[in-house]
T-cell receptor, first 111, second 114 residues
Framework: KQEVTQIPAALSVPEGENLVLNCSFT??????LQWFRQDPGKGLTSLLL?????REQTSGRLNASLDKSSGRSTLYIAASQPGDSATYLC??????????FGAGTTVTVRA | DGGITQSPKYLFRKEGQNVTLSCEQN?????MYWYRQDPGQGLRLIYY???????QKGDIAEGYSVSREKKESFPLTVTSAQKNPTAFYLC?????????????FGEGSRLTVL
């Protein structure tokens, strides 16, 4: 069974600092990996989708890397802003198409 | 605007009552999903549907029921058999029925049992 872990559970940084968010998974036989953002009391917003054949994906200040062999993905957010404060979740889709979610990392960017 | 609409946003239920959460999408997606989110836990899959008139149980289907009579609609009923129904419920969809596509979510419905 795929297990997805996000450590730390919470993170606080000053504005302008780069954010590094980690996602680990136990089974490297994955189809793709998706990063989401969730604001309090809201649904999930898709940030980036990385296919298993890709090493990274970029969108604006966001960059996500994927290392299947080590079971890791990292989401980088450059020059963080208070508006980046949210919970960030990763979801791993295994080759049997099952989707497994991490519990998320809650980020606070201090002005 | 294309998207997924969930209603109601907040719902209160007395013990022993069934309630139905609505999920409508205008993205023309084939696949739709229902997830449950509890504090400190990852999302857990309740039911999913690949095409109209077909749906499958997820990891925590007990006490829930769904229907998929139209492509754009996937309502979830929380029955009185669900022992701990207080949670945040999220509906999602993806373009293809192979489940490999990017997942899009609605804004969620928060159910509280009094």
């Amino acid at each position: 069974k795929q297990e997805v872990t996000q450590i730390p559970a919470a993170l606080s940084v000053p504005e302008g600092e780069n954010l590094v968010l980690n996602c680990s998974f136990t089974d490297s036989a994955i189809y793709n990996l998706q990063w989401f953002r969730q604001d309090p009391g809201k649904g999930l917003t898709s940030l980036l989708l990385i296919q298993s054949s890709q090493r990274e994906q970029t969108s604006g200040r966001l960059n996500a890397s994927l290392d299947k062999s080590s079971g890791r993905s990292t989401l980088y957010i450059a020059a963080s802003q208070p508006g980046d404060s949210a919970t960030y979740l990763c979801a791993v889709r295994s080759n049997d198409y099952k989707l497994s979610f991490g519990a998320g990392t809650t980020v606070t960017v201090r002005a | 605007d294309g998207g997924i609409t969930q209603s109601p946003k907040y719902l209160f239920r007395k013990e022993g009552q069934n309630v139905t959460l609505s999920c409508e999408q205008n993205l023309n997606h084939d696949a739709m999903y229902w997830y449950r989110q509890d504090p400190g836990q990852g999302l857990r899959l309740i039911y999913y549907s690949q095409i109209v008139n077909d749906f499958q149980k997820g990891d925590i289907a007990e006490g829930y029921s769904v229907s998929r009579e139209k492509k754009e609609s996937f309502p979830l009923t929380v029955t009185s058999a669900q022992k701990n129904p207080t949670a945040f419920y999220l509906c999602a969809s993806s373009i293809d029925g192979s489940y490999g596509g990017e997942l899009f979510f609605g804004e969620g419905s928060r159910l509280t049992v009094l």
